[in-house]
């Protein structure tokens, strides 16, 4: 059970698009559509903002879009606000009814 | 609407046990899947188990295996972490969650200090 791996930070100025990327193996990402993405603001609990890989829960900007090719799956943000600053964590389903997480992005707005 | 509400925080020393709850209301509890989430101070999040629908055995994370037992008790709707052999690096934010729909309790600080 490895965490996923997403890069430890990325960074854009307000209005540019960044993406987030989530690289597990064919055993989960690559094998389920089961790919979930969380943003979590200091000292608050994580907010879902993708679920199933590309579904944006009901209240959640359509800036967030995520998508998976392979072993990788990917969060975009687009028109990046100063709100946006946090970090993002992915999430699959794993093998075994197991699941487990990226080790997570902060993301700062410049 | 959904609540997941987590008992209060914890201090243990290592070697000792500690035992979480998480009550919930607002959902369907037995045909749900429950999981736990930790956060260390500083560090990301990390997938510890979920406790399946009723009848279901837990699926837990290797590396907490065989020092954790997540339980519920369906009369009161009300899930327990329990985890044992604690050490300082079990010192986090515990986290129950209904990780499919995004609904978290508030988090347990679980404090393992000699």
């Known amino acids: 059970q490895s965490a996923l791996t997403q890069p430890a930070s990325v960074s854009g100025s307000p209005g540019q698009s960044i993406t987030i990327s989530c690289t597990g193996t064919s055993s989960d990402v690559g094998s389920y559509n089961l790919v979930f993405w969380y943003q979590q603001h200091p000292g608050k609990v994580p907010k879902l903002i993708i679920y199933?890989?590309?579904k944006r829960p009901s209240g959640v900007s359509d800036r967030f879009s995520g998508s998976k090719s392979g072993d990788t799956a990917s969060l975009t943000i687009s028109g990046l606000q100063a709100e946006d600053e946090a970090d993002y964590y992915c999430?699959?389903?794993?093998?075994?009814?197991?699941?487990?997480f990226g080790g997570g992005t902060k993301l700062t707005v410049l | 609407q959904v609540q997941l509400v987590q008992s209060g925080a914890e201090v243990k020393k290592p070697g000792a046990s500690v035992k979480v709850s998480c009550k919930t209301s607002?959902?369907?509890?037995?045909?749900?899947?429950i999981h736990w989430v930790r956060q260390a101070p500083g560090h990301g999040l990390e997938w510890m188990g979920m406790v399946r629908s009723s009848g279901d055995s837990p699926s837990y994370a290797q590396k907490v295996q065989g020092r954790v037992t997540m339980t519920k008790d369906t009369s009161t709707n009300t899930l327990y972490l329990e985890l044992n052999s604690l050490t300082p690096e079990d010192t986090a934010v515990y986290y129950c969650?209904?990780?499919?729909?995004?609904?978290w309790g508030q988090g347990t600080r679980v404090t393992v200090s000699a």
């Open positions: 607002g959902f369907s509890f037995t045909s749900s899947y």
């Open positions: 999430c699959s389903y794993a093998p075994s009814s197991t699941w487990v």
């Open positions: 199933e890989v590309t």
């Open positions: 969650t209904r990780l499919y729909y995004g609904d």
